[in-house]
């Protein structure tokens, strides 16, 4: 170890891979390109819902059609090497819908309920970044998923929870239903969850809320609130699974036992996240943060976003992540 806490004392673990790198020991990761996923297709009077699932085989990303659309519409494609998200697009005009491109599936659904499942989106990630790492890891546990013809929502989502070891309140609130048969690739829990409660405009809040005996968490079903908008993707689409830097990222835990410089320390985790830092030296000053201040900190088992929030916290700053840009500043500055 290094000597004095001038020189900076750290250690950055994600999962058990060590990598030393100057004055911090930190690793770095390698995460998959985006798939190119390119579409061929000359299909003329095919079902939605059979559209649906030929393209959820053919791009390997689950396509769901919304439950307020008649899936039996016929649906006519003449496409050749066509990115997924345009073919997708092509799809939801004949059905007079539109697609909300999510982290990783893709819903076909009337406008209003595209636009709530994106809001959905958004909630459930910040809500997700502030869960112990423990719950994080839990939320984004990937599973395939199929269920047979006649389904009922309302069991899948309490089985789908039961083997997660987790209880959802309020399951009594989503309507009875019978749902068509599906085969879907490997989706977070979380994502799973919603991917069924959007048909009813709901979602699962992921903050704790109790444990029952044997400290199994509680979570509750929830209204997708009217104010939580989300922008539609306007750039080129690939699931978050397969994308370089997924936000958040909690397919990684660290341990950093650190006694640093603020300025380098975030300048080192900024490099290690493949990120720009961008620190607003003045704002900081005005606060009577020194950028040089000596920051002591012992985190184990932490997620990207946990990590920052135990870096930043205690000096009362704040950090957003704009695209390959890592802001920090006051929180009111960041705040979105």
């Known amino acids: 170890m290094l000597g004095p806490p001038e020189s900076m004392n750290a250690m950055l673990r994600p999962r058990t891979l060590l990598i030393a790198a100057t004055a911090i020991v930190a690793a770095v990761w390698m995460a998959p390109a985006p798939a190119a996923r390119t579409i061929d297709a000359d299909w003329t009077g095919v079902p939605l819902r059979e559209v649906a699932a030929r393209l959820t085989t053919l791009g390997g990303v689950a396509i769901v059609v919304?439950?307020?659309?008649?899936?039996?519409?016929?649906?006519?494609?003449?496409?050749?090497a066509e990115r997924l998200d345009e073919v997708l697009?092509?799809?939801?005009?004949?059905a007079d819908a539109e697609v909300?491109?999510?982290d990783g599936h893709a819903r076909i659904a009337p406008a209003d309920a595209a636009a709530r499942a994106r809001a959905g989106e958004a909630a459930r990630e910040q809500e997700i970044r502030r869960l112990e790492p423990r719950l994080q890891r839990l939320a984004q546990g990937r599973r395939a998923w199929s269920w047979p013809e006649g389904a009922q929502p309302r069991a899948l989502l309490a089985a789908a929870a039961a083997e997660a070891g987790i209880a959802l309140e309020g399951l009594g609130t989503v309507p009875h239903d019978h749902f068509p048969s599906a085969d879907m690739p490997p989706l977070p829990l979380a994502e799973r969850?919603?991917?069924?409660?959007?048909h009813f405009d709901h979602r699962v809040e992921w903050k704790k809320r109790a444990a029952f005996a044997g400290q199994q968490p509680v979570f509750r079903i929830v209204p997708i609130a009217a104010t939580a908008s989300a922008a539609p993707r306007?750039?080129?689409?690939?699931?978050?699974a397969t994308q370089a830097q997924p936000p958040p990222d909690v397919a990684h835990t660290y341990s950093l036992r650190v006694a640093a410089p603020l300025d380098d320390l975030l300048a080192t985790l900024a490099k290690r996240f493949a990120l720009t830092l961008e620190l607003d030296r003045a704002a900081l000053e005005q606060r009577g943060i020194a950028p040089r201040e000596i920051v002591r900190l012992?985190?184990?088992?932490?997620?990207?976003?946990a990590l920052l929030d135990a870096v930043l916290d205690p000096l009362g700053l704040g950090w957003r992540i704009e695209g390959k840009m890592l802001r920090v500043g006051t929180s009111a500055a960041i705040s979105p």
């Open 234 to 240: 306007t750039a080129p689409w690939s699931p978050r």
């Open 100 to 102: 909300a491109l999510l």
């Open 298 to 305: 012992d985190v184990k088992d932490a997620s990207r976003e």
């Open 193 to 198: 969850l919603d991917l069924v409660l959007a």
């Open 89 to 94: 697009a092509a799809v939801a005009t004949q």
């Open 66 to 80: 919304d439950r307020r659309l008649d899936p039996s519409m016929a649906i006519t494609l003449a496409v050749s």
